[in-house]
T-cell receptor, first 113, second 113 residues
Framework: EAQVTQNPRYLITVTGKKLTVTCSQNMNHEYMSWYRQDPGLGLRQIYYSMNVEVTDKGDVPEGYKVSRKEKRNFPLILESPSPNQTSLYFC????????????FGPGTRLTVL | QKEVEQDPGPLSVPEGAIVSLNCTYSNSAFQYFMWYRQYSRKGPELLMYTYSSGNKEDGRFTAQVDKSSKYISLFIRDSQPSDSATYLCAMSELYNQGGKLIFGQGTELSVKP
């Protein structure tokens, strides 16, 4: 089954404790992206990757890092999480050139205390 | 002013009703227009995809784009309780290197049996 998976699905942590949210896709997509979803603000892009070792900032990159060492994986790293990073996070992927029909993962609900 | 405006609802209709969901936007460079459906605790899933202006129909769903008015719509005919979800409009520019989608806030729809 073609899918985008994320782990963990739910996470409660404390300020300053480094964490990683993993994202993996099995569709051999070149392009992957991270979004956060907040009430009243909708979905906003954090980082994106056009292919292996090629990443760039989206609209709200502050406080986040990403890496793309393999085509299928695109982890989101919070080096020192803060309460304003409490949000619902989505990973997405698509084939390069396929318009903008992105496929989303199930989401990770993060709470930073 | 947000680039994409969408009435957050909630919108409640009886089963069988015709539902109209709308978004307005300000960026005339948008060329790709999408509607995503998001069930509770799930990631957004692509429902309809349109390039430039015009109409597109898929079963009970019809997407319309009016670029002159910067207005897009999604119509759902013979609505079903299973259509109860949040509907997100999304848009992007033609040469979208970053693959960034600009989302509306989402409209929460409830279809009552």
């Amino acid at each position: 089954e073609a899918q985008v998976t994320q782990n963990p699905r739910y996470l409660i942590t404390v300020t300053g404790k480094k964490l990683t949210v993993t994202c993996s896709q099995n569709m051999n997509h070149e392009y992957m992206s991270w979004y956060r979803q907040d009430p009243g603000l909708g979905l906003r892009q954090i980082y994106y990757s056009m292919n292996v070792e090629v990443t760039d900032k989206g609209d709200v990159p502050e406080g986040y890092k990403v890496s793309r060492k393999e085509k299928r994986n695109f982890p989101l790293i919070l080096e020192s999480p803060s309460p304003n990073q409490t949000s619902l996070y989505f990973c997405a992927s698509r084939i390069q050139g396929a318009g903008d029909t992105q496929y989303f993962g199930p989401g990770t609900r993060l709470t930073v205390l | 002013q947000k680039e994409v405006e969408q009435d957050p609802g909630p919108l409640s209709v009886p089963e069988g009703a015709i539902v109209s969901l709308n978004c307005t936007y300000s960026n005339s460079a948008f060329q790709y227009f999408m509607w995503y459906r998001q069930y509770s605790r799930k990631g957004p899933e692509l429902l309809m995809y349109t390039y430039s202006s015009g109409n597109k129909e898929d079963g009970r769903f019809t997407a319309q784009v009016d670029k002159s008015s910067k207005y897009i719509s999604l119509f759902i005919r013979d609505s079903q309780p299973s259509d109860s979800a949040t509907y997100l409009c999304a848009m992007s520019e033609l040469y979208n290197q970053g693959g960034k989608l600009i989302f509306g806030q989402g409209t929460e729809l409830s279809v009552k049996p």
